[in-house]
Each structure stands twice: as structure tokens, then as C-alpha cells.
């Protein structure tokens, strides 16, 4: 079975920073699209972040510049750094998969796989 695990979520305040690490297991990670989503309360899943195998990068204009996506194909984990955080940014994260190039838009039931969901907080 394909599993998507996501860690590093939690409570920051204002300014803060954290890590997200999603670990995948079950499928060939270095040949599909690697993303992060997030769902804000009573909001739509929005695509915050994407890799693909040849390491190239969206950004959602929101998250650009504070954020970092990479992915290490070795450990089969993709990574998020937060930085400067805001309090809407507050939400559910979700790590997904979907097999070849990312699509152009965010695309959150078009994925493959999804992970269960961390919650991000951020106090103001």
C-alpha cells in the first residue's frame, strides 16, 4: 500500500518557523510530482507548493519567499520549510503524489495519493 506520513507540524507564533517532512512509501518516488496542499477552516484544498523529479518548482504567490520545497529521492521524503509564518497560514498541510510532471494548477483530488493532514497554527 502507497502511504504518505506527514511530521512537523504544531503551534508557532507569528514570525516563526517550521519543518514539514512527508515519508513515502510504496510507490517509485523519483518518477512522480511531489506537493504540498493546505486547507485553511471552512476554505478549499490550495496548492501551496510542488517538485517535480527534475526539480522544478511552483510556488503559490502567497507562500513565495517564506516557503521552501525539496525533496530527497534517496530517503523518499519531500520537505517544507516555513519561515516567517503568518497567522493565515494557519491550516491542514497535505503531502501528495502524482505519477510524471505537475500540473499546471492545483489540482488537490487530481493527485494520486494523499497523506492524512498536519495541522499548522499560527498564533498572532
Known amino acids: 500500500d502507497v502511504q504518505l506520513l506527514e511530521s512537523g507540524g504544531g503551534l508557532v507564533q507569528d514570525g516563526g518557523s517550521l519543518n514539514l517532512s512527508c515519508v513515502a512509501s510504496?510507490?517509485?518516488?523519483?518518477?512522480?510530482?511531489m506537493s504540498w496542499y493546505r486547507q485553511a477552516p471552512g476554505k478549499e484544498h490550495d496548492l501551496v507548493s510542488s517538485i517535480d523529479n527534475d526539480n522544478r518548482i511552483r510556488y503559490a504567490d502567497s507562500v513565495s519567499g517564506r516557503f521552501t520545497i525539496y525533496r530527497d529521492d534517496a530517503k523518499n521524503t519531500l520537505y517544507l520549510q516555513m519561515t516567517n509564518l503568518k497567522p493565515e497560514d494557519t491550516a491542514v498541510y497535505f503531502c501528495t503524489d502524482v505519477r510524471g510532471i505537475c500540473p499546471s494548477e492545483g489540482n488537490f483530488y487530481g493527485m494520486d495519493h494523499w497523506g492524512k493532514g498536519i495541522l499548522v497554527n499560527v498564533s498572532s
Open positions: 510504496g510507490l517509485t518516488y523519483s518518477r512522480r510530482c
